[in-house]
């Protein structure tokens, strides 16, 4: 089955996402890190295995791709919001289970902290989620010394980390609230976002429903270099929630 492109507006900006898979199962939003489009999903958009378990949705963030490129969005609130559409959506067959990398891991956990009623359960890879913790810095320096030459995607990758700590620190303080099961995976070989945020994850979020897990070799590209072990990641964890696939 061909993927294909939708559109979905909200009142902060219109939403790309390309979609796949099968109609009729539950959905799984694919959210990608910074700077990225969905392209860099395509990879999992494409496995057969996920095809067909799952109506399939990877989104360009906003300021990315064809949603509102080149115009940032620094609140992570707002990041989660713009992909409210997409996930009642997919929804239609059951609620979403999401998958974030990177960036995108603390824009798939808010879905799951702040809207049960529509996330099934959340799978992060290598995600950002300790405000504390000085991820992209170098990105964060870089830009501000560069602006003025910096390519479109870095000047909007720079101004959300900028703003990305107080964004965790306001997810933090919420925290209690997660209900749904979130499969964390934190490579121990990643300089991106390093172990320190996995740390923090399991001392901040309640133990019931956070659970993670450390690869002694993994790097902060488990999505491209590892596929065929994310899908299988992502089938046993949406089974053991509950959901029909």
Not at 79 to 107: C, D, K
Not at 118 to 130: E, R
Request: aromatic share 8%; glycine share 8%.
């Amino acid at each position: 089955m061909a993927t294909s492109s939708r559109y979905f507006p909200t009142p902060l900006g219109e939403t790309h996402a390309r979609l796949g898979g099968d109609p009729a199962q539950p959905g799984l939003l694919l959210i990608p890190g910074s700077p990225s489009t969905w392209r860099d999903m395509a990879v999992l958009l494409r496995q057969p295995a996920l095809r067909s378990a799952f109506h399939l949705a990877a989104v360009d963030r906003p300021g990315y791709g064809q949603s509102t490129p080149g115009v940032p969005e620094p609140s992570l609130q707002r990041q989660a919001e713009r992909l409210l559409p997409v996930v009642a959506h997919l929804a239609q067959a059951g609620r979403t289970w999401v998958l974030g990398h990177s960036y995108g891991g603390p824009v798939a956990l808010w879905l799951a902290v702040h809207y049960p009623d529509l996330v099934a359960g959340a799978t992060l890879l290598n995600p950002v989620v300790d405000p504390g913790t000085t991820t992209f810095q170098w990105l964060r320096n870089t830009g501000q010394v560069l602006w003025p030459v910096l390519p479109g995607l870095l000047k909007v990758s720079t101004v959300e980390m900028n703003a990305l700590p107080s964004g965790l620190a306001a997810m933090a303080r919420e925290a209690h609230r997660l209900r749904v099961p979130v499969d964390f995976v934190q490579g121990m070989r990643d300089f991106v976002a390093p172990p320190l945020h996995a740390d923090f994850a399991e001392q901040v979020y309640p133990a019931p429903y956070m659970a993670v897990e450390r690869l002694p070799k993994g790097s902060h590209f488990t999505p491209f270099t590892q596929p065929t072990w994310v899908v299988e990641r992502v089938l046993a964890a949406a089974k053991a929630s509950g959901t029909p696939v």
